[in-house]
């Protein structure tokens, strides 16, 4: 499967405190996983992505908008591309899902947002699958509406 997808997840709240879950997310393909945490909201962490590896996005804390752009060509791909805006809210459970031949760039709404990211890929294999291009390359929607 190529593409993307979101992984709803659900919340459980009783006397002890709350519980975040998602029971049909299956990670047996997880080899590493970081977070990342911006300096502001104004930074853009624009465009990266793989050819054959895959990620798991969730936020943690805070609000993400993440732009997602198939690649036609990872050598000479086209500018007009057009990229498609999620928004991951640490008080929604949601997991999304990205295959290879996708790029991505995220920019935090609000300070202290946290995103961990979960990848099937080792860091020498992420490495050998890098593919990144400067931040105006393509036009995104980056307004938290």
């Keep these: 499967m190529i593409g993307f997808s979101l992984i709803k997840g659900d919340n459980f709240t009783d006397h002890r405190g709350s519980l975040r879950f998602f029971n049909t997310l299956d990670m047996s393909a997880v080899k590493r996983m970081y977070e990342i945490s911006p300096v502001d909201t104004n930074a853009i962490r624009a465009w990266q992505g793989h050819e054959k590896e895959n990620k798991w996005f969730f936020c943690t804390a805070g609000i993400f908008i993440i732009n997602l752009i198939e690649i036609d060509n990872f050598i000479n791909p086209s500018k007009e591309l057009v990229a498609k805006k999620i928004v991951l809210n640490a008080e929604e459970p949601l997991?999304?899902?990205?295959?290879?031949?996708?790029?991505?760039?995220?920019?935090?709404?609000?300070?202290?947002?946290?995103?961990?990211?979960?990848?099937?890929?080792?860091?020498?294999?992420?490495?050998?699958?890098?593919?990144?291009?400067?931040?105006?390359y393509w036009s995104a929607n980056w307004d938290y509406n």
Excluded: C, H
């Design 95 to 136: 997991v999304l899902k990205i295959t290879g031949r996708y790029v991505s760039g995220i920019k935090a709404v609000g300070l202290n947002s946290k995103l961990l990211v979960f990848s099937n890929f080792t860091t020498q294999q992420s490495k050998e699958d890098d593919f990144r291009f400067e931040p105006d």
